[in-house]
C-alpha cells in the first residue's frame, strides 16, 4: 500500500529564512509525487509535481523539491521565504491518475516577521 | 477559462437525513475523485471515476455514494448522514498524466 509521511506537523521560520518540508513515501511503482499548498478555507494549489526525468524540479513561487529515490523522499525547498507562503504543504504519491493519491496530513508553514 | 466548482461551500444537515454535495469542471477531464478533509488527517479519498458510467470507491468510501452520469459531474451522496461525516470536502479532476485541478471545497456539518 502507498503512504505518505510529512514529520514536521508545523514549523516557523523568519521571513527571508531558508525552508525545507520534509516527506518520505511508500510505493510499489515509480512514484508521481506532488507538492501541494493550502491557504486557510482554500482549495489545494500544486505547486509542483515530479512525473520522471530530472530529479530537481522546479515549481511556482520560487519553490523546488528533490526526489531521491534511495531515500524514498521528495523534501520542498524555498531559499527565501515570504510571509505570504504561511500556509499548510502536502506531499502526495499517485499514480498515472494524478486525482487518485495518497496525501500525507500536512505540515503548517508559520512565518515570523 | 475552465474550472471546478463546488456547491455548496457551507451545509448544515440533521443526522440521517440525505445530502447531496455538487461538483461540476469544465476541464473535460475524464478523472474526477472525492476527498474528505479532517484536521490532522490531511486528505482521504472517499470515491472516484475514470469515465462516464464508472465509479469506483477509495479508502473511506462507507456511507458515501456517487454517479457519473456526464463528463463534467460527478456528484456525492451521504445516504444518512452522520456525526462522523462532519468534514471539509474536496471534489477535483484530473486528465491521465497529469496533475489534480481541487475545487473550494464543501464545509459540512452534520448536528
Known amino acids: 500500500a502507498q503512504s505518505v509521511t510529512q514529520p514536521d506537523i508545523h514549523i516557523t521560520v523568519s521571513e527571508g529564512a531558508s525552508l525545507e518540508l520534509r516527506c518520505n513515501y511508500s510505493?510499489?511503482?515509480?512514484?508521481?509525487l506532488f507538492w501541494y499548498v493550502q491557504s486557510p478555507g482554500q482549495g489545494l494549489q500544486l505547486l509542483l509535481k515530479?512525473?520522471?526525468?530530472?530529479?530537481l524540479v522546479q515549481g511556482i513561487k520560487g519553490f523546488e523539491a528533490e526526489f531521491k529515490r534511495s531515500q524514498s523522499s521528495f523534501n520542498l525547498r524555498k531559499p527565501s521565504v515570504h510571509w505570504s507562503d504561511a500556509a499548510e504543504y502536502f506531499c502526495a504519491v499517485g499514480n498515472t491518475n494524478a486525482g487518485k493519491s495518497t496525501f500525507g496530513d500536512g505540515t503548517t508553514l508559520t512565518v515570523k516577521p | 477559462d475552465a474550472e471546478i466548482t463546488q456547491s455548496p461551500r457551507h451545509k448544515i444537515t440533521e443526522t440521517g437525513r440525505q445530502v447531496t454535495l455538487a461538483c461540476h469542471q469544465t476541464w473535460n477531464h475524464n478523472n474526477m475523485f472525492w476527498y474528505r478533509q479532517d484536521l490532522g488527517h490531511g486528505l482521504r479519498l472517499i470515491h472516484y471515476?475514470?469515465?462516464?458510467?464508472?465509479?469506483n470507491k477509495g479508502e473511506v468510501s462507507d456511507g458515501y455514494s456517487v454517479s457519473r452520469s456526464n463528463t463534467e459531474d460527478l456528484p456525492l451522496t451521504l445516504e444518512s448522514a452522520a456525526s462522523s461525516q462532519t468534514s471539509v470536502y474536496f471534489c477535483a479532476s484530473s486528465q491521465t498524466g497529469s496533475e489534480a485541478f481541487f475545487g473550494q471545497g464543501t464545509r459540512l456539518t452534520v448536528v
Open positions: 471515476s475514470y469515465g462516464v458510467q464508472d465509479t
Open positions: 515530479y512525473f520522471s526525468g530530472d530529479t
Open positions: 510505493y510499489g511503482a515509480t512514484p508521481y
